[in-house]
T-cell receptor
Framework: NAGVIQTPRHKVTGKGQEATLWCEPISGHSAVFWYRQTIVQGLEFLTY????????DSGMPKERFSAQMPNQSHSTLKIQSTQPQDSAVYLC???????????FGPGTRLLVL | GDSVTQTEGQVTVSESKSLIINCTYSATSIGYPNLFWYVRYPGEGLQLLLK?????QKGSSRGFEATYNKEATSFHLQKASVQESDSAVYYCALGYGNEKITFGAGTKLTIKP
């Protein structure tokens, strides 16, 4: 089992550019979660999907951020017009349906210059 | 909303000495939350150390223990004798069912040889 896969591991973008982050959950897991980690705010929940349907996006910034899960094998987090304050480590996690343990990927470190 | 407080950002303990990392929580949703300790070892991803889903119960893993105290709303992490390999960042967290997790700020543990 490869665990949760996140690509790229590192991404550098210029201010105003778009960034797309990819997550492949553990096979058979039905829930996918996105979190963001910064020095100032710590680990924050962004959004999650269950069986590909969006369930809770209460942590997502209202502008520029969007997430999708087009099939059960991957989810994307897209940030439009990136700003320096978007610099963070973005973590994806997955869990079994009915489970309460989330398994985290290694994260994508995004740096916006 | 829910919140988790870890009072110590950094803790240094000599090898073979005992450890306690404090964690208190505030849960606003109906019912008792599930409580977790996650750990990030140097160079590795975030992983579950232990969890307790029933108030009053104790969880244990790798020599660490934590007891779910609903009266004190606490979930302190303890170990009787630490090893150098325990050096890591430890996160206390809470969640409900298979939904989002709320994390504490983390405690960086350094073990002195």
């Amino acid at each position: 089992n490869a665990g949760v896969i996140q690509t790229p591991r590192h991404k550098v973008t210029g201010k105003g550019q778009e960034a797309t982050l990819w997550c492949e959950p553990i096979s058979g897991h039905s829930a996918v979660f996105w979190y963001r980690q910064t020095i100032v705010q710590g680990l924050e929940f962004l959004t999650y999907f269950r069986n590909q349907a969006p369930i809770d996006d209460s942590g997502m910034p209202k502008e520029r951020f969007s997430a999708q899960m087009p099939n059960q094998s991957h989810s994307t987090l897209k940030i439009q017009s990136t700003q320096p304050q978007d610099s963070a480590v973005y973590l994806c996690a997955s869990s079994l349906d009915g489970g309460n343990t989330q398994y985290f990927g290694p994260g994508t470190r995004l740096l916006v210059l | 909303g829910d919140s988790v407080t870890q009072t110590e950002g950094q803790v240094t303990v000599s090898e073979s000495k005992s450890l306690i990392i404090n964690c208190t929580y505030s849960a606003t949703s109906i019912g008792y939350p599930n409580l977790f300790w996650y750990v990030r070892y140097p160079g590795e991803g975030l992983q579950l150390l232990l969890k307790v889903i029933t108030a009053g119960q104790k969880g244990s893993s790798r020599g660490f223990e934590a007891t779910y105290n609903k009266e004190a709303t606490s979930f302190h992490l303890q170990k009787a004798s630490v090893q150098e390999s325990d050096s890591a960042v430890y996160y206390c967290a809470l969640g409900y069912g298979n939904e989002k997790i709320t994390f504490g700020a983390g405690t960086k543990l350094t073990i002195k040889p």
